[in-house]
């Protein structure tokens, strides 16, 4: 299976390379869109035991209507009973399978969002500091809101990781 994950890596990087060559260009969004499907696509390979397993899980990433079929009497509790009330309110009008991952699917607007600001290389040219007239220093307000971004999400990210019940380091297989 890692053969078939390096295999679609390199043929991925040749019809990169074959399109920067013959001068095509494509829209960035486009791009991004692409190159997020096939990460996601391509570690399923990375990560299955099997190509049965595999098929099985790119299966049931594009199966909506599977997602579409539960209903709130077979959902499990542990996947609503974070939205309380709103999980009633929604329950009328979405069906269980989308408000069920309601979270994960705002992690992922979420995640674009974050995507479409500055990285750090950009950022560092919005650092200003300027002297006030008491000697105090100022940083940029813009600065400061990207920093809370990246304080939040390193805390999110370090609170998700110490709760995780999982020890197996994936590369010990290797």
Do not use: E
């Not at 095509?24 to 486009?30: Q, S, V």
């Not at 709130?72 to 509790?77: I, V």
């Not at 399978?97 to 750090?120: D, E």
Request: aromatic share 18%; hydrophobic share 55%.
């Amino acid at each position: 299976m890692f053969v078939i994950w390096g295999s679609l890596h390199g043929v991925a990087l040749i019809i990169h390379r074959l399109w920067q060559q013959l001068g095509y260009k494509m829209w960035t969004w486009l791009a991004w869109l692409i190159t997020f499907n096939f990460i996601n696509v391509t570690w399923v390979f990375f990560r299955a035991t099997d190509m049965d397993s595999a098929l099985k899980v790119l299966g049931g990433m594009v199966d909506i209507q599977g997602a579409m079929k539960i209903t709130l009497g077979h959902a499990p509790t542990s996947s609503i009973a974070w939205g309380g009330t709103l999980i009633d309110f929604l329950s009328q009008f979405v069906p269980a399978g989308l408000f069920m991952n309601l979270l994960a699917y705002a992690a992922i607007v979420f995640a674009f969002c974050i995507v479409a600001l500055k990285n750090t290389a950009q950022l560092t040219g919005f650092i200003k500091v300027s002297n006030s007239k008491d000697g105090s220093q100022s940083i940029n307000k813009r600065l400061a809101v990207y920093l809370a971004y990246a304080v939040f999400l390193f805390v999110i990210a370090s609170y998700t990781m110490f709760i995780s019940s999982s020890t197996v380091f994936l590369y010990f297989n290797f």
